[in-house]
C-alpha cells in the first residue's frame, strides 16, 4: 500500500519561529510537492521537487523554502513563522508531475 | 492564469437525494482528476477522465468530461452519509495540476 507521512498531524509555533515539516513517501516516486490549504481556496502549490536536490517555485513560494536531500524526502521550511501561515500544510508525491498525487494526512500549523 | 472553477462550493442535502457538482474552465485540459477529502486526512484520487466525451461510473458516482476538455461534472445518485467530503477537481495543463477550490458537500441521514 503506498504511503505518504508527514512529521505531524498538529503543530504550534510562535510567530518568527523557524519551523520544519518533513515529509516521506515510499513509492520510490520522482516527484513531491507542498501545498497550503484554506477554506475556500483550494490546494495552493508552494513548491515542487522533480528530482533529488531539484526544486521548483510554485504560485504561493514566498517565506517559504524546501529541501530534497533524498528522493523519499521532501522538506518544507518557514524561515521566520507569521500568523498568516496558519494553515493546513499537504504533502504529496507522484510518478509523473500531472498523474494522481498521493497525499500525506497533513499537518495542521498554527502560528500565534 | 489558469482557472478552474467548482460550483457550488457548499451542498448540504438529505440521503437519498441526487446531486451535480461541475468543475469549470476556458483552459483545455490533457485530463482532469477528481479527489475527495474526508476531515483530518489528504485528498485521495477518484477517477481519471482524459478522452473529451468520455463518462467513467464509480458505483453511485458518474463523472464526464466535456466534449471541450474544459469541464467535468460529477453526479451522485442516491447520495449517502458516506458520500461527505470535499471534493476536488484537477485539470492536467503544461506539466503541473490546476487545482479547483473544492465543494464541500454534507450529506445527511
Redesign the interface.
Given at each position: 500500500d503506498v504511503k505518504?507521512t508527514q512529521s505531524s498531524?498538529y503543530l504550534v509555533k510562535r510567530t518568527g519561529e523557524k519551523v520544519f515539516l518533513e515529509c516521506v513517501q515510499d513509492m520510490d516516486h520522482e516527484n513531491m510537492f507542498w501545498y497550503r490549504q484554506d477554506p475556500?481556496?483550494?490546494?495552493?502549490?508552494i513548491y515542487f521537487s522533480y528530482d533529488v536536490k531539484m526544486k521548483e517555485k510554485g504560485d504561493i513560494p514566498e517565506g517559504y523554502s524546501v529541501s530534497r536531500e533524498k528522493k523519499e524526502r521532501f522538506s518544507l521550511i518557514l524561515e521566520s513563522a507569521s500568523t498568516n501561515q496558519t494553515s493546513m500544510y499537504?504533502c504529496?508525491s507522484s510518478l509523473n508531475?500531472?498523474y494522481?498525487?498521493y497525499?500525506?494526512?497533513?499537518t495542521r500549523l498554527t502560528v500565534t | 492564469t489558469q482557472l478552474l472553477e467548482?460550483s457550488p462550493?457548499f451542498l448540504s442535502i438529505q440521503e437519498g437525494e441526487n446531486l451535480t457538482v461541475y468543475c469549470n474552465s476556458s483552459s483545455v485540459f490533457?485530463?482532469l482528476?477528481w479527489y475527495r477529502q474526508e476531515p483530518?486526512?489528504?485528498?485521495?484520487?477518484l477517477v481519471?477522465v482524459v478522452t473529451g466525451g468520455e463518462v467513467k461510473k464509480l458505483k453511485r458516482l458518474t463523472f464526464q468530461f466535456g466534449d471541450a476538455r474544459k469541464d467535468s461534472s460529477l453526479h451522485i445518485t442516491a447520495a449517502q452519509p458516506g458520500d461527505t467530503g470535499l471534493y476536488?477537481c484537477?485539470g492536467?495543463?503544461n506539466?503541473?495540476?490546476i487545482?479547483?477550490?473544492?465543494t464541500k458537500l454534507i450529506i445527511k441521514p
Open positions: 505518504v498531524r475556500g481556496l483550494g490546494l495552493r502549490l499537504l504529496a508531475l500531472y494522481e498525487q497525499f500525506g494526512p497533513g | 467548482q462550493q490533457s485530463s482528476q483530518g486526512e489528504g485528498p485521495v484520487l481519471t476536488l484537477a492536467a495543463s506539466y503541473q495540476l487545482w479547483g477550490a473544492g
